[in-house]
């Protein structure tokens, strides 16, 4: 799910249910409270955990990457944009190796979107991308970030960074990192979630914290339904 602020509301596309994949796109609008479905023909493949995420200079919303379950395809890697009507699919020089379940993250003061681990099945995902508008570029921080799926992130306008926390790293984890837009720091708060994976993060500007929701304990399918507010004040 992503912000798509030339329209003011939310964009979901596909995922997981029992028996496949969605390849279905949404739109959230948060004036009416509504849900519409668009349709449109063709649509991006199925996928689950499919990256989106707001463009650093368009503002309009955008999508990498998804992870195939079932791996009738492979990992895709390929990039979106969403025109208002329909996904327009783009071809930049390079791109980052195929994942889902990644961090993608806005970081509105340095103008790009950074993407570090996810899902890669056979594909190492401890690397790290930014994305300009127009290209991805590979970067190589002195510190990375290990291979991380299902973390949660959030830019964090008071630290001026992003902020990930949690994920699968063979066993969940409840470390938190931050992304200076040239290495990855480990910060060390007094009180931290337990471990888990697939909470939801997001910055709330009122309160200046970012706020945690939720999550699994993958390893014995505990689900959470604890909040968490982070300050980098």
Known sequence: ?????RSGKLVVFGGLYSTGLR????????????????????????????MLFSDPHFGGAMMFGGFNIF?????????????????????????PYGRGWGVATLDPLRKNVVVTGGNGDTIRTDNTWTWD?????????????????????????????????????GND?????????????????KKAPSPREGMGMAYDPGTH????????????????????VFSGR
Not at 84 to 92: E, Q, Y
Request: aromatic share 14%; net charge positive; proline share 6%.
């Open 1 to 5: 799910m992503g912000f798509d602020k």
């Open 23 to 50: 390849r279905d796109t949404w739109l959230w609008d948060g004036a009416t409270s509504t849900w519409t479905q668009i349709q449109m023909k063709p649509s991006p493949p199925a996928a689950a955990g499919p």
């Open 71 to 95: 791996k009738t395809i492979p990992n895709l890697h390929d990039t979106w944009r969403w025109t208002g009507t329909t996904w327009k699919k783009l071809h930049p020089a390079t791109s």
């Open 133 to 169: 508008s127009k290209n991805w570029t590979q970067l190589f921080p002195a510190t990375q970030i290990q291979q991380v799926i299902g973390a949660g992130s959030a830019f964090d306008a008071d630290l001026k960074m992003v902020v990930v926390f949690g994920g699968f790293a």
């Open 173 to 189: 984890i409840n470390q938190t990192w931050s992304w200076t837009g040239a290495n990855w720091v480990q910060l060390h708060p």
């Open 209 to 228: 914290q970012v706020v945690l929701f939720g999550g699994e304990l993958g390893t014995v399918k505990t689900l959470f339904g604890d909040t968490w």
